[in-house]
């Protein structure tokens, strides 16, 4: 198989078994999930301000009081390369059209250089929060294997596809075409570790508040 045929592959056979192996993985999940069933609540409903689950999902959103100061690589490395992803995914031009082939849904892009930037910046914040949790004994000890597999498989697609946009070590066919890869690899391990969170994260927040304000204790 050449670079050519490869591409190709990826983007068409490869492509289609990652979105509908995502598919049927988010599907399971979400199954899983919310067909778990919750008791019902009889005590009689608590009033306390704040305590919602709007104010939970910005409260949780937010660093807790000296969290920040004591721990600044993992907060600002968290929220800015959280940012940069979301700005390289959704702000990028080929991948707006991307998104349209499948879905129909599109929307103005961002300039290049500008998503060039965001790439950069998310890699450098990406490696210096994996470069704290190595140093940091505490954190290290508390990494597992997944921790380490879910980082390279969100950094990879990031970086292949930066090293394509720039033709840097590789053909640019060949390194387009890794970057497909790694993205459908994230694609099919998405839904089966721990970066179901893009899915779940504010809907556990919300649910979590909910539920402790009915006793009226904000969280």
Do not use: C
């Not at 704040?50 to 999902?57: P, Y």
Request: proline share 6%; no cysteine.
């Amino acid at each position: 198989m050449n670079e050519l045929q490869f591409l190709t592959w990826v983007r068409g056979p490869g492509l289609d078994l990652a979105v509908g192996l995502f598919l049927l993985g988010m599907a399971w999940r979400l199954f899983e999930i919310y067909s778990l069933g919750r008791k019902q609540d009889l005590a009689a409903p608590r009033h306390a301000a704040g305590a919602s689950g709007l104010h939970t999902v910005f409260r949780r959103s937010m660093p807790p009081p000296g969290m920040l100061k004591r721990s600044p690589v993992s907060y600002l490395g968290g929220y800015i390369f959280h940012i940069g992803l979301v700005v390289v995914v959704f702000g990028f031009a080929p991948h707006i059209l991307l998104i349209r082939n499948l879905t129909g849904l599109s929307w103005p892009g961002l300039p290049s250089q500008f998503v060039d930037l965001a790439a950069v910046v998310t890699m450098a914040a990406m490696v210096v929060v994996l470069v704290d949790r190595i140093n940091k004994p505490v954190k290290r000890f508390l990494s597992t294997f997944e921790d380490w597999f879910t980082w390279m498989v969100t950094f990879l697609p990031v970086l292949t596809g930066w090293m394509a946009v720039q033709h840097l070590l590789l053909p640019y066919t060949t390194m387009l075409a890794l970057h497909i890869l790694s993205v459908e690899v994230l694609l099919v391990v998405l839904p089966f570790t721990k970066l179901l969170h893009v899915f779940t994260l504010f809907g556990s927040r919300w649910f979590n508040g909910k539920a402790n304000a009915h006793k009226g204790v904000p969280v």
